[in-house]
């Protein structure tokens, strides 16, 4: 079971090492990170495997939403499902 | 890695565009509820729906987290009460609307429909009484849900019971006086009613229908109007195509999500409802497609072509993205609910007229109109039979639900909250249909050869 988070908001320094923390906290492993900074908005798509999560997924998904707006980011965690549904065959 | 460029799409489409999921609803047969005593249906009728439904709401909030995905309403359809209210008295059936709030307020849903009667033949005893306290039920009641079938195209129009809707949109108008008329935003007459529909005010679980199903409505009118928007100037064969892929997406994320429900409720998938269900917020508006398309405003000649294209282009993109397509499946129309709608009703390019012609070419019918409170009762009939007429023939669904707001006159408008909106009261042609419709009896089941 993996997850899609993506971070977007104002470049600051840490984003990356915020969402990697809370991620090894609660067991979700990152897979692939991209990333890309466009003058100063930032915009991160994460990959984690949430097969071994030690939490309930939706408490996972409001933590990290949590961080994103005590960062003035915006977090969003999603099931990769919804994108393989819409997006193939 | 999954592609960058498909994750912003669909994030936008939910966050910006929004894109959700309107409605699940569970539909639950109540044959087995059936009784000769009215207390011991009603006490069947409340344990079967709490029991089938109760994880129900839990479920959708957790599939909304799940896939970052608002799921709006989550909903109950039973078996049509006047079928299993059997020997039921009116005061009967008003103990039943009330058993199904009851189990409403239990499980938390935001409508619970099925309170209706299939008579497009005839109408049995039971039905009759049923109907007679439509009213009192939708005015004592806050989340039950009132349908009526009068017609069908192999049965004909039951004018007899057309005859019996105006009085009985009337009285509920009049109940709830005090509150916008609001008893008639629940009650929908149909015609060529399908019996898996998911929206209200029409929902009910059909006699054919499992003990219980899971039907999924989707929505996405901004997602549809982004799209075309980005198109640009193209002609209308790539537009065409442009909107059923559109579509197709939409109708992709209805199906991981009814498929998701099914399991986790241990209930059989039904249907997904390929619809474009707009509400009152900015950028959820079916009359804004229309304007994007290219015509200056919902209701301007061109109107019923633009409609027709877009209606066709959602069902085709729609029925590849699922296993099983049902319900009222295309673009609805509910002037109160669609702030296009409201806009282009106020300023006079949209009329009642033009709505009707737009029904015979799109799902469902003349939805959500607010009237003027003093309309005769045998106009409401007339408009009811008009708007059946074009269903039967046609071979489609139609149906009506019509406000005549209390007190109120042409002009005038009617809040009602929420997602039902709000509506400028609508200008009517007031000449009678009163002796046609006192005729009464049957308009046969029409030809269906020599068609011109």
Redesign the interface.
């Known amino acids: 079971m993996k997850a ?1 988070i ?1 971070v977007t908001g104002k470049d600051t320094v840490g984003i990356i090492a915020d969402v990697a923390t809370h991620c090894a906290k609660y067991d979700a492993n990152i ?2 990170i ?1 990333q890309s900074v466009l003058g100063e908005y930032f915009a991160m ?1 994460m ?1 984690a495997d949430i097969s071994k999560l030690n939490i309930e ?2 408490s996972f ?1 409001d933590i990290l939403s949590a961080l994103g707006n005590e960062k003035n980011l915006v977090i ?12 193939h065959i | ?4 460029q ?6 936008g489409m939910i ?1 910006e565009e929004n894109l959700d999921i309107r409605t699940i609803t569970m539909g639950i047969s109540l044959w087995d509820c059936v009784s000769e005593d009215t207390d011991r249906l009603c006490q069947r009728i409340y344990d079967k729906i709490t029991s089938k439904a109760k994880h129900l709401v839990r479920t959708g909030e ?1 599939i909304e ?5 608002p799921i709006v309403n989550k909903r109950v359809s039973v078996t049509p009460v006047s079928l299993i209210g059997g020997t039921a008295t009116p005061e009967g059936y008003l103990k039943i609307a009330h058993t199904l709030q009851r189990a409403a307020n239990e499980l938390g849903i935001n409508f619970i429909g099925g309170f209706s009667a299939l008579v497009q033949k005839g109408m049995t005893e039971g039905a009759r009484n049923m109907i007679s306290i439509i009213p009192e039920a939708l005015t004592e009641t806050q989340n039950v849900c009132s349908s009526v079938n009068v017609a069908s195209t192999k049965a004909g129009i039951n004018m007899d019971a057309i005859a019996l809707m105006g009085s009985t949109i009337k009285r509920a108008a009049y109940l709830t006086r005090d509150n916008n008329s609001i008893a008639c935003a629940k009650l929908v007459v149909f015609a060529n009613v399908p019996e898996d529909n998911p929206f209200m005010a029409g929902a009910f679980c059909g006699i054919g229908e499992p003990e219980a199903a899971i039907n999924v409505g989707v929505s996405g009118p901004g997602v549809v109007a982004s799209a075309i928007r980005r198109a640009g100037d193209c002609n209308l064969s790539e537009l065409a195509d442009v909107i059923k892929k559109t579509a197709f ?1 939409i109708t ?2 209805g ?2 999500v009814a498929n998701e429900a099914a399991k986790r409720l241990d209930t059989p998938f039904g249907i997904v409802d390929l619809s474009l269900a707009p509400t009152p917020a900015i950028g959820d508006s079916v009359a804004h497609i229309l304007e994007g398309m290219g015509l200056e405003s919902c209701g301007a000649h061109g109107t019923t072509a633009a409609l027709a294209m877009l209606n066709d282009a959602v069902k085709k993109g729609g029925v590849m993205a699922s296993s099983h397509v049902g319900g009222l499946s295309g673009a609805f129309i509910p002037v109160s609910e669609d702030a296009g709608m409201i806009a282009a009703a106020e300023k006079g390019a949209l009329t009642l007229e033009k709505l009707e012609a737009m029904t015979a070419v799109c799902s469902v019918g003349l939805d959500m109109i607010a009237i003027p409170g003093d309309t005769p009762e045998e106009v409401i009939d007339g408009i009811i039979a008009d708007e059946i007429a074009i269903g039967v023939v046609n071979t489609k669904t139609t149906a009506v639900r019509l406000i005549p707001a209390y007190g109120k006159k042409a002009g005038d408008s009617v809040e009602f909250g929420g997602l039902l909106g709000y509506a400028p009261v609508m200008e009517l042609n007031t000449y009678s249909p009163a002796k046609f419709i006192r005729r009464g009896g049957r308009i046969p089941a029409p030809i269906h050869s020599l068609k011109n």
């Open positions: 899609v993506t897979l692939d991209t798509i990959l997924f939706a998904v969003h965690t999603m099931h990769e499902d919804i994108f393989n549904t819409m997006h | 890695m999954i592609n960058t498909d994750v912003l799409e669909t994030i966050r957790e987290k799940m896939y970052g995905i997406k992709r994320v199906q991981l």
